[in-house]
């Protein structure tokens, strides 16, 4: 019987119901009656899964009369209806349960589970609430009534929830895991990652902390530590799309396109719905000139998610690669007044630009300037003003995006390079901030590398920039600047390898010139 058992699940697995419950039939007509408690279980899963909850109902039945049914039989019989949407049967198993033992943490806990799915919170409330009466340290009581709060919307409420249940097990990763998804929604970093420590502290991290994980890296910049992270969570949980579309993403970071693309693949290929890798794969699509793949991408994106403004920045992203910038400029203007989202403002801006319109850019000012305060319309803003050599221009508007974000290491960086071209003595000081915000970005560190060297200090620019290359080994430009720095210490050699990486690169054309003139002089 018990290798017709394993047997049934494997089936049940694979979604062959007929055949599991052809080898179920011989284990509950034996004399076993465990084994035939687990076959009846086991039953009720396998119709359950092919919805057919009558013919499931009709098995757990026969458990629910059996004297022989632990009351832990009767909450997974309730869990399973529950799952499957039959919350009337849920609350008959689970009720069962409680009267066989009266006090049975585990059925009310699921019937308060099964209360907030009805949407009766005040009953999930109350029962959470009589489950800490008898047992103040339970931890899926309080998680349950943070959850709660979260419904609410009373965030408070939901920490200091999830704080009491972190403090109740310090071995219980659920709460850490938790709070730490809360923290980086609410941008603190510290706290996140303090209760990330603990929660792999308790034992081998799972997908959820991995991925937080991830998300916690990238928020200070170290992205390839983060995209080590997301393969982490992807193989712990092959079957979520989740931890692959954050690994796609931090590849795309990375400057590792190919990568990228296969895990966003991946994510769809698990998940046909998962729309945000349907809008990002739609979007690379347009940026490598795959036009007619991205159009019929965009027709999947607009039946997943026909309310979503993703579906209308696609077109409108669509009508510009195409070169059709007044269409382009008629959508995202749309959509402008629809969100009065910075994406519209900036592919407004750029239509415009491209079809020749001259107050494209004095618009966009004027979009940002009342804006007030915000350091990443602020940011858009000063790099068009520096692509158009409007550079005492940008300076200035990078150092508003500075005041009114100081830790924006981009802005940082950007101003840095700015000053040095400008001869201004604060340079080096903003590159070293910009560096010291986020360590693990190859651009920052080139920059501060390329002012090192400009102010003629060749041992510290060495340091960064061989740094910047390790961090981007796919950025021409930064590999540019380390064969500069070689060739002046008279390492003509390594100056050389460098160079001739570069010459080797398709994606470095426009440095190619630069690279063999320097290469001739060695």
Do not use: C
């Not at 795959?290 to 965009?298: I, K, P, Q, S, T």
Request: proline share 3%; no cysteine; hydrophobic share 45%.
């Amino acid at each position: 019987s018990e290798a017709r058992l394993y047997l049934a699940a494997a089936l049940v697995a694979a979604g062959r119901n007929s055949d599991a419950q052809a080898e179920l039939k011989l284990i509950t007509g034996g004399e076993d009656d465990e084994a035939a408690g687990r076959a009846e279980l086991l039953s009720v899963l396998g119709h359950l899964r092919q919805g057919e909850i009558a013919t499931a109902r009709e098995s757990a039945e026969r458990l629910r009369r059996s004297p022989a049914t632990a009351v832990s039989t009767l909450v997974v019989l309730g869990r399973m209806f529950a799952a499957a949407g039959s919350t009337d049967d849920a609350r008959r198993y689970l009720a069962g349960a409680l009267e066989r033992e009266q006090g049975a943490a585990s059925a009310r806990l699921a019937l308060a589970e099964v209360d907030v799915s009805d949407g009766h919170l005040l009953a999930a409330r109350r029962r959470y609430t009589n489950v800490l009466i008898d047992d103040p340290q339970n931890v899926a009581a309080l998680m349950g009534l943070a959850a709660i709060a979260e419904g609410e919307d009373s965030q408070a409420a939901a920490l200091e929830w999830l704080e009491r249940a972190r403090a109740a097990d310090p071995g219980a990763a659920a709460p850490r895991v938790r709070l730490a998804e809360i923290y980086l929604e609410q941008g603190d970093l510290d706290a996140a990652e303090t209760v990330l420590e603990e929660a792999a502290r308790t034992g081998p991290p799972d997908h959820q902390a991995q991925n937080l994980r991830g998300i916690l890296l990238a928020g200070r910049g170290d992205m390839a530590s983060a995209r080590d992270a997301f393969a982490a969570a992807a193989r712990i949980a092959p079957h979520l799309a989740a931890p692959r579309f954050n690994l796609g993403r931090a590849e795309i970071a990375l400057g590792n396109r190919a990568a990228g693309i296969a895990a966003l693949k991946d994510a769809v290929r698990i998940d046909p719905g998962y729309v945000n890798a349907w809008v990002l794969l739609t979007e690379l699509a347009i940026r490598r000139g795959d036009l007619d793949g991205a159009e019929g991408m965009l027709e999947t994106v607009r039946e997943l998610a026909p309310v979503s403004p993703a579906g209308a920045y696609l077109a409108a992203d669509l009508a510009q690669a195409r070169g059709e910038f007044g269409e382009a400029a008629r959508q995202y203007r749309a959509l402008l007044d629809r969100t009065g989202s910075l994406r519209a403002a900036m592919g407004l801006y750029q239509a415009r630009l491209k079809a020749g319109d001259p107050a494209a850019l004095a618009d966009l000012r004027s979009w940002v300037r009342n804006e007030s305060g915000n350091d990443q319309a602020l940011m858009v803003l000063a790099q068009e003003q520096q692509r158009s050599g409007a550079l005492a221009d940008a300076i200035e508007t990078y150092e508003a995006a500075v005041e009114a974000a100081p830790d924006n290491a981009a802005a940082l960086n950007n101003l840095a390079w700015l000053y040095q071209q400008a001869g201004d003595p604060r340079a080096l000081a903003s590159a070293e901030r910009a560096y010291e915000l986020m360590p693990e970005s190859g651009a920052i560190a080139d920059t501060l590398g390329w002012i090192h060297f400009q102010q003629d200090d060749r041992k510290r620019a060495l340091e960064y920039l061989t740094r910047a290359v390790e961090l981007a080994p796919d950025e021409p430009e930064i590999r540019y600047h380390l064969a500069v720095v070689y060739a002046a210490g008279g390492d003509a050699s390594r100056a050389r390898d460098e160079l001739e990486v570069i010459l080797a690169s398709d994606a470095a054309v426009a440095l190619h010139d630069e690279a063999q003139a320097l290469l001739k002089s060695l």
